[in-house]
């Protein structure tokens, strides 16, 4: 039986407060061995994933976490990885399915935002030749209350599937029924509920001569680092959901050599066959 990640994705939250009740080392074992075979954006980029204590709260305070709010949690998972092109997407991606293998161990968590990864290394006494990419908080939620209430987070402030995907030119907003049509209408609706920085949602999908290709926006409010690893979480749910409902999906970095027009707040980062 493979994973079920329509499952996972709609019981995952971003959780900020947390119990101060340590995992079981079995658990954060589970996750670590999960790191290293992990499907990953490019096998060939090396990566070092490790898992810390709460000792690391104190340490990155004031270093990471928005405007320099660290989030206190028991354990943190940090990624290191080799300088490589699409690295960073390529974090987001092993990051957003590490929050899914979390969330079948019945553990919350929540990616950190950091603008220095130079800092993180010093605060943490880390000595490594990689850089790190992505910081995510572990632990059980402060504010956990009776199963089946996970899903009310997630369905305020999303934008509308004919926002995020448009068919055959940009603008023209797909209609659920032609996506359920093509098979592709649970892909997009899950992918509707991947965390994103701000949840600014910057991505939006163009389906166009047998091909989803990915957009992102550029935004004042979010740095070239954040783009990237909102990036690699959406590349990693929408190949989740197709691999495990359609047909095993491959995205190509680059952009298709079809002639597009978007808007210029918007680059092409991806696309794959459908």
């Given at each position: 039986m493979g994973i079920?990640?329509?499952?996972?994705?709609?019981?995952?939250?971003?959780?900020?407060?947390?119990?101060?009740?340590t995992i079981d080392n079995q658990k954060l074992k589970t996750i670590k061995d999960y790191a290293q075979n992990c499907i990953k954006i490019d096998d060939s980029i090396?990566?070092?994933?490790?898992?810390?204590?709460?000792?690391?709260?104190?340490?990155?305070?004031?270093?990471?976490?928005?405007?320099?709010?660290?989030?206190?949690?028991?354990?943190?998972?940090?990624?290191?990885?080799e300088k490589k092109p699409y690295y960073i997407e390529n974090a987001g991606y092993i990051g957003?399915?590490?929050?899914?293998k979390a969330t079948e161990l019945g553990i919350a968590s929540c990616w950190i935002t950091f603008s220095d990864s130079q800092a993180i290394k010093d605060s943490l006494n880390i000595v490594s030749d990689k850089e790190v990419v992505a910081l995510i908080a572990l632990g059980y939620d402060a504010n956990a209350s009776?199963?089946?209430?996970?899903?009310?987070?997630?369905?305020?402030?999303?934008?509308?599937?004919?926002?995020?995907?448009?068919?055959?030119?940009?603008?023209?907003?797909?209609?659920?029924?032609v996506l359920e049509e093509r098979g592709l209408l649970e892909a997009f609706a899950f992918s509707k509920l991947a965390p994103?920085?701000?949840?600014?949602?910057?991505?939006?999908?163009?389906?166009?001569?047998?091909?989803?290709?990915?957009?992102?926006?550029?935004?004042?409010?979010?740095?070239?680092?954040?783009?990237?690893?909102?990036?690699?979480?959406?590349m990693f749910v929408f190949q989740a959901i197709v691999s495990s409902t359609l047909f095993n999906l491959q995205w190509k970095l680059e952009k298709p050599t079809d002639s597009i027009e978007i808007p210029e707040e918007f680059e092409i980062v991806s696309y794959c066959m459908v």
């Open positions: 079920n990640y329509q499952n996972l994705i709609l019981n995952t939250k971003s959780v900020r407060e947390y119990k101060k009740d090396e990566t070092d994933v490790r898992i810390l204590s709460n000792e690391a709260y104190l340490s990155l305070h004031g270093v990471a976490g928005y405007k320099g709010n660290m989030i206190d949690a028991p354990h943190y998972i940090i990624v290191l990885s957003q399915n590490l929050i899914l009776q199963k089946g209430s996970a899903t009310s987070s997630h369905i305020d402030y999303k934008i509308g599937l004919d926002e995020m995907v448009y068919i055959d030119k940009w603008g023209n907003g797909a209609d659920a029924s994103s920085t701000l949840n600014g949602q910057p991505w939006r999908f163009l389906l166009t001569g047998g091909k989803a290709i990915l957009a992102i926006r550029k935004d004042s409010n979010t740095n070239t680092y954040e783009q990237k690893i909102d990036t690699g979480i959406i």
